[in-house]
Nanobody, 118 residues
Framework: VQLQASGGGLVQAGESLRLSCVVS????????MGWHRQAPGKRRELVAR???????HYADSVQGRFTISKDNAKNTLFLQMDSLTPEDTAVYYC?????????????WGQGTQVTVSS
């Protein structure tokens, strides 16, 4: 399983970006897919995740501004980010957790840089 994230860039505060993460390979039993971010000097944190049954969860800092979704037909995960602030500046990573062969497997994509200027 491989994940390819894209969509990052440089925007001004208040603007929007949409991140995409294409998943290739077979997912046996999806547990969840998620977006995480890591700002310079900070720990990686969960931004949002969505389960195989479409239940979503958001970090308090992005609740109401970000929306996670997935297109199962295209094996693609999205993160719509609105009302961006400089505090959202980070490298964003997508991941997927599946259960197969009696164990959980956690796959990560490469990061995509999001920079929000004030």
């Amino acid at each position: 399983v491989q994940l390819q994230a894209s969509g990052g860039g440089l925007v001004q505060a208040g603007e929007s970006l949409r991140l995409s993460c294409v998943v290739s390979g077979s997912i046996i039993e999806l547990q969840y897919m998620g977006w995480h971010r890591q700002a310079p000097g900070k720990r990686r944190e969960l931004v949002a995740r969505i389960t195989g049954t479409e239940k979503s969860h958001y970090a308090d800092s992005v609740q109401g501004r970000f929306t996670i979704s997935k297109d199962n037909a295209k094996n693609t995960l999205f993160l719509q980010m609105d009302s961006l602030t400089p505090e959202d500046t980070a490298v964003y990573y997508c991941n997927t957790v599946e259960f197969s062969g009696g164990s959980y497997h956690d796959y990560w994509g490469q990061g995509t840089q999001v920079t929000v200027s004030s």
